[in-house]
């Protein structure tokens, strides 16, 4: 099967029809898989020293009260140097099971968008979530839980040195940019994080996009400018 033809079967299965022409080049979708297939590459050596000890301090971490309900931390998922990552707000409760991110039904549409323009957490993107214990019942994280987990984010950041972050849902948007402005406002722009000023886009969380399947048309447009908002000289 062809990129194209595997990308129009990935934007069925979340949602999005395309028409192909009998020459099997798609029409509608700007976003070739091959321009958004990045680099993922190992880091230098020591790197993988400093991803064990942060693998470890927060595997056994009690800096918030979220410790003595979590089943586990979970650090996040993916080659440990790559130009994407995706962060979102905190694991649930398949995630605090299995010890990784985004699985489950919302984990799944998250893999197919992303695979729709060429990344995958076994490739070239990374994925983690501001929070690495679940909060109780899914509720939304609580500021002071926040503010003793981000500098686990920004560890990472560092050592991922992603040249793009996709923030996913409302809350992850909100506590990456300190903002109350709603998601619909935050959509459609480049925001800047972290010392590194590292680019960041706004979409929907999966699990939203689940319950609103409409707004699946959206993600993928969120999707095709968060990779025009890559820098192509450093595309690589
Ligand atoms: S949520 Fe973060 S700060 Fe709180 S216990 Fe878990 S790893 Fe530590």
């Not at 395309?18 to 790197?47: K, Y």
């Not at 020293?49 to 410790?67: I, K, N, P």
């Not at 992303?114 to 979530?129: C, D, K, Q, T, W």
């Not at 010392?195 to 886009?201: F, I, Q």
């Amino acid at each position: 099967m062809s990129s194209d033809a595997r990308r129009a079967e990935y934007l069925r299965t979340i949602g999005i029809d395309l028409w192909m022409p009998r020459t099997g080049a798609v029409r509608g979708a700007a976003v070739r898989c091959a321009e958004a297939s990045p680099r993922a590459q190992p880091g230098p050596a020591g790197d993988e020293e400093a991803w064990q000890r942060l693998r470890a301090e927060v595997l056994g971490c009690t800096r918030c009260a979220l410790h003595q309900s979590r089943t586990q931390a979970v650090l996040g998922v993916g080659p440990t140097r790559c130009d994407w990552m995706v962060i979102g707000e905190a694991p649930g409760a398949e995630e605090d099971r299995r010890g990784e991110p985004f699985v489950g039904r919302a984990g799944k549409l998250l893999d197919a968008m992303l695979r729709a323009i060429g990344l995958s957490r076994e490739a070239n993107v990374y994925i983690a979530n501001i929070l690495k214990s679940r909060p109780p019942g899914n509720r939304d994280p609580l500021p002071e839980e926040v503010q003793a987990c981000l500098p686990y984010l920004h560890r990472q950041i560092e050592l991922v040195q992603p040249r793009l972050l996709l923030a996913v849902g409302r809350i992850a948007a909100q506590n990456l940019l300190g903002t109350d402005e709603p998601l619909g406002k935050l959509r459609g722009r480049v925001h800047r994080f972290g010392e590194r000023n590292v680019p960041l886009v706004v979409t929907y969380h999966p699990a939203y996009l689940l319950r609103s399947p409409a707004d699946k048309r959206k993600a993928w447009e969120d999707l095709k400018f968060a990779r025009a908002a890559l820098p192509r000289s450093l595309t690589g």
